[in-house]
Every structure is written in structure tokens, then in C-alpha cells.
């Protein structure tokens, strides 16, 4: 199939990528099936990033493709704000009967970024409802990503994408990443060592005082800074901390929500429950842009007062809870059922890790790590030259038929939820034919 390109790349103005670059050697995707992209030259890529973390359940599924053409002929859109369609319901329903309690309660969005500046505004608005009105202070981690708007860069850990953009919000503070490759190269699953960085916490609770914190969001596993794993204990020992001082915990689920760790949700995974759970990205299948944050029946309370008719919380999106979102989600969630998706850890993750950690020893490899469905192999920069090693990686593995991602000098993979064995094998021998060839 040659798909006809168009002539003037110029216009459009690309996110998060190196467009000079990219407008000289175009990687243009035609087509998707199963784990499989073809590019407008016909060439046929093995997904290995899930989309950008999202296609959880592969490309082309024909249930989604027809759950969306059906609701776009049914009803195309409703209104968000005092009025409602049904599906929008049943979704929650089925969405919070996923979450071990108390995260009974669902609010709709339309991505990760507005799903974190949607729990960041309620944890301040609930602390307020509830008579805590100093609880204000935010608190986030080094090396986290929680998306590109200006709450979610604040509260965010990764200095390029902060840098830019003026003085962001006051009152944040940020923990240290958990990223410590001395003690854990080479960790398959969660890292022994570390769990004394969730101590930071209790620092800086003492010098603020916890009157005035509201809240702390982070990754259970940070996914696009590198796939940086939680050490044992870490995040048991954040919820204690929380809890101890009366400041919620939020989780960011965007990429380990909907079974990347081989478990349905993070929570699930690691035991520990948050007060809220932001989501997005596989809610969908990444067909449909949707997101949803999840809290407890104690956040969602504290505002069900006051007068009846009046509205209890001042934020919503005039796409929240979209009927095409929502028909995509529900087909979505009835093929992670069908097909035992949300928990293919038992049966792969060894599969996988086992496949990742043979390609130690190969060149430029300083750590390999991974936890359910998720892995990344970091490679020593090249001298002055950061991201360039990586980069390279990347464009080589497309040459030979891979599509990854990479983030700073880390390659992560993060294949559909649907991979095989076979695809896995294939997955792992190309990169092990780019390392031996990098420069
Ligand atoms: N939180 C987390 C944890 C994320 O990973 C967002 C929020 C923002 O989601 P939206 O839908 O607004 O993009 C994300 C997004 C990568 C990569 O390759 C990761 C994301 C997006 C694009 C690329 O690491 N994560």
C-alpha cells in the first residue's frame, strides 16, 4: 500500500519532537492492526511504545470502531454541565466497580493533563470545603511527568518541561526521584534499596507544617522519564506519611492504569490506595481522547453540601464525559474482560523480563529494568552529546522494522497488552542488532 504524502510539512507546527529533523526524513504511519503499524511506504513496524502508552489493547479493534460509529450516529454530544447521557453513568459505574474502595466516584476529562489539574484543583477545593482552607501546598517528585499543563508542570520533575515557562505555581515542593542506579542496576522488578527516599516527605512536612499541605501526586511507577520502578516499601511507606498527617495521596495512573503492570491498576499492583487516581490513555484504547479521576467517597462528600440546586464544584470540560468517549471506553473495557487483558502479568511479565535483562552485557547498556508489561534499557550517553546515543537507537530500530520510545538515553518499551511471545522475541532481537550497531 503507497499512501500519498503530502508536500508541504511545514504547516503543522509537531509536539514534542524534533521537527527539523523529522521534516527532512518523515516517519509517517498509514495504517494500524493488532501490534502492527504500516507506514505510507508500506513497511510494516512492531508497536513497541502501545501508541504512546495507550493502545493497551492493540490497533484497528473492530468493537471500538463500531461502539464509536454507532454513538456518533446516536448522539453525537451532550452537554456536560447540567444535563447527562446515559452511558456516561454506566461508565462510571463500571469504571469505580474496577477500584478498590473508597474510589468510588469518577469525574471525567479528556487527557492525562487535565486529569491531573482536575485532582490537584479538587484536592484544594476539598480541603477548603472541609474547613482546611491552608491546606495548600503541593507536593511532587523529581523525574515525574504529569503532563504539560501549568499544574501538572509544576508539581512535574523534569526540568526541560518547566524551564521555559515562566514561574508556574507557588507552593510546590518536590521529594527526590527514586532512580538510583548504583544500588539497583540491573533490578528486575521492584529495587531492594530506596525505600528511605520516601523520608524526604516527612522533611518537608516538618518545615511547612502540615496545616498547609493539601496534597502529594506521583507516578506509582514514573513511566516517561525512563520507567523508574518504586523501591520495595516506598509507596506503602507515602501512604503512612499521608495518612499520618492528614494530606491526600494521589496517584498518577495515566500509564500504569488499565494493566500495564500486568495488574488492572497500579493500586492493584503495589497495594497501596490513594485518595485519588488520575487517569487517561488506555481508558479508551487511545481511540478517543478521555481521561477520568478517581476519588474517594470522603473527597466526593465533603462537597455534597450546601443548597441542592447549587452547583458543588466549579470545573468540568465541555467534552467531559463525551457520548463517542464514552461508547470507545466501554468497548475498550469489554475487551480488556474478554480477553483477561488488565492481568496478563501472571502469564508474560516473567516472559518479558527474562527477554529484556538477556540483553546485558551488550554495548553501551548500564541498566535494564522492568515491572509487569513495561521495561527500559538505559545506555551511557555519549560524551557532551546527551540523547543523541538513544536517539540514534530509536531511528535505527525503525529502520528495522520497531517503533519505541526513548527519553533522554533510555529506550522503554511498553507493547500493547496483546503481545506474544513470538513478537516479544523479535522485539528484543532487533534492539539487540541496534545496540551491537550504535555508534
Ligand atoms: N501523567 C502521566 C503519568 C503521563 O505519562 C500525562 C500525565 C499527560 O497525559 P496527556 O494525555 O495529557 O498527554 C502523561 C502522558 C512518553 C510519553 O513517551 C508519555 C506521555 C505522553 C506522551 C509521551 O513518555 N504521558
Known amino acids: 500500500m503507497n499512501v500519498p504524502v503530502p508536500n508541504n510539512l511545514e504547516a503543522f507546527w509537531m509536539p514534542f519532537t524534533a521537527n527539523r529533523q523529522f521534516k527532512k526524513a518523515p516517519r509517517l504511519l498509514a495504517s494500524a492492526s493488532g501490534m502492527y503499524y504500516t507506514t505510507v511506504e508500506g513497511r510494516k513496524l512492531l508497536d513497541a511504545a502501545a501508541g504512546l502508552w495507550c493502545v493497551n489493547a492493540g490497533h484497528g479493534r473492530r468493537e471500538i470502531v463500531e461502539a464509536v460509529a454507532n454513538q456518533v450516529g446516536e448522539l453525537d454530544y451532550a452537554p456536560a454541565f447540567q444535563m447527562g447521557h446515559p452511558k456516561a453513568f454506566e461508565l462510571a459505574a463500571r469504571l469505580t466497580s474496577m477500584m478498590p474502595k473508597p474510589l468510588d466516584h469518577v469525574f471525567f476529562t479528556n487527557s492525562g493533563s487535565e486529569s491531573v489539574e482536575t485532582a490537584l484543583k479538587i484536592a484544594l477545593a476539598y480541603q477548603r470545603a472541609r474547613g482546611k482552607g491552608t491546606k495548600t501546598r503541593l507536593i511532587g517528585r523529581e523525574r515525574g511527568y504529569h503532563g504539560v499543563n501549568f499544574g501538572g508542570i509544576s508539581v512535574g520533575g523534569i526540568p526541560t518541561n518547566r524551564k521555559f515557562f515562566g514561574s508556574l505555581l507557588t507552593g510546590v515542593d518536590h521529594m527526590r526521584h527514586t532512580h538510583d542506579i548504583e544500588r539497583n542496576a540491573f533490578t528486575r522488578g521492584q529495587p531492594e534499596y530506596g525505600v528511605e527516599f520516601a523520608d524526604e516527605l516527612e522533611r518537608i512536612i516538618y518545615l511547612h507544617d502540615a496545616s498547609n499541605i493539601a496534597a502529594v501526586i506521583v507516578e506509582p511507577m514514573s513511566g516517561s522519564t525512563g520507567v523508574l520502578v518504586p523501591p520495595k516499601g516506598y509507596l506503602e511507606r507515602l501512604r503512612e506519611i499521608c495518612t499520618k498527617h492528614d494530606i491526600l495521596l494521589i496517584f498518577d495512573e495515566v500509564i500504569t492504569g488499565f494493566g500495564r503492570l500486568g495488574t488492572p491498576f497500579a493500586v492493584d499492583y503495589f497495594g497501596v490506595v490513594p485518595d ?142 496483546i503481545v506474544s511471545k513470538a513478537e516479544i522475541d523479535f522485539l528484543v532481537s532487533v534492539i539487540a542488532d541496534v545496540l551491537k550497531t550504535l555508534p
Open 276 to 417: 485519588m487516581v488520575a487517569t487517561a490513555k488506555g481508558i479508551t484504547n487511545g481511540v478517543i481522547p478521555m481521561g477520568g479521576v478517581f476519588c474517594s467517597s470522603e473527597i466526593y462528600d465533603a462537597f455534597m453540601t450546601g443548597p441542592e440546586h447549587a452547583i458543588e464544584l466549579f470545573h468540568g470540560y465541555t467534552y467531559s464525559a463525551h457520548p463517542v468517549a464514552c461508547a470507545a471506553s466501554m468497548a475498550t473495557l469489554d475487551i480488556y474482560a474478554k480477553e483477561g487483558l488488565l492481568t496478563r502479568g501472571p502469564e508474560l511479565a516473567q516472559y518479558f523480563e527474562d527477554a529484556l535483562h538477556s540483553l546485558k552485557g551488550l554495548p553501551h547498556v548500564i541498566d535494564i529494568r522492568n515491572i509487569g508489561l513495561v521495561g527500559a534499557i538505559e545506555l551511557r550517553p555519549i560524551d557532551g552529546e546527551p540523547t543523541k546515543r538513544a536517539f540514534s537507537a530509536f531511528l535505527s530500530a525503525y529502520e528495522k522494522g520497531v517503533m519505541m520510545r526513548t527519553t533522554g538515553d533510555i529506550i522503554a518499551l511498553s507493547p500493547p497488552l
